[in-house]
T-cell receptor, first 114, second 111 residues
């Protein structure tokens, strides 16, 4: 079954805790992205990676960290520095030409604070 | 700030009616895309229109692009209850291929 898999579907974070959201793709895409979505709002870019071992900050990177050690995987860590982490997190990938960047999304992870 | 802004924020129609939503953006673009999101799910790509195109069709979807007004519209004809979702426009504007998403239009189609 080809596509993007995000896990877990639901995640709870205690104060002061770091949590990691998983994103795996088997589409052989070079580019991967992490977005945050708040209720009733659009998507805001957290981090993106165009190639293995390289990633760039998006519009709201503070309090988050990523790694891209494998082409298939782009995990996102929500650190304790992120004071308002409750949101819906979406991972996406893209393999086409950069000028026609159609993105394919996972089903999302909903993060809440205990 | 968000590149794309959708209008209206919400739309309620009956099955069989047409649904039209608009998107405005601020800077020049390479292409504009429309995505659909069912409640609590990821986004699904619907259609892409390039900056040198004015109109595009895909099934019951019709997209127009007016680069002079920096605006686009998405028309869904003969709506079905299954079209109930949020619809987002996204603009591709830089060489990195990043997308900038609007806040979305929430569409409810009642049987």
């Amino acid at each position: 079954d080809g596509g993007i898999t995000q896990s877990p579907k639901y995640l709870f974070r205690k104060e002061g805790q770091n949590v990691t959201l998983s994103c795996e793709q088997n589409l052989n895409h070079d580019a991967m992205y992490w977005y945050r979505q708040d209720p009733g709002q659009g998507l805001r870019l957290i981090y993106y990676s165009q190639i293995v071992n390289d990633f760039q900050k998006g519009d709201i990177a503070e309090g988050y960290s990523v790694s891209r050690e494998k082409k298939e995987s782009f995990p996102l860590t929500v650190t304790s520095a992120q004071k308002n982490p409750t949101a819906f997190y979406l991972c996406a990938s893209s393999g086409g030409q950069k000028r026609e960047n159609i993105q394919y999304f996972g089903a999302g992870t909903r993060l809440s604070v205990l | 700030s968000q590149q794309g802004e959708e209008d209206p924020q919400a739309l309620s129609i009956q099955e069989g009616e047409n649904a039209t939503m608009n998107c405005s953006y601020k800077t020049s673009i390479n292409n504009l895309q429309w995505y659909r999101q069912n409640s609590g799910r990821g986004l699904v790509h619907l259609i892409l229109i390039r900056s040198n195109e004015r109109e595009k069709h895909s099934g019951r979807l019709r997209v127009t692009l007016d680069t002079s007004k920096k605006s686009s519209s998405l028309l869904i004809t003969a709506s079905r209850a299954a079209d109930t979702a949020s619809y987002f426009c996204a603009t591709a504007f830089d060489s990195w291929g990043k997308l900038q998403f609007g806040a979305g239009t929430q569409v409810v189609v009642t049987p």
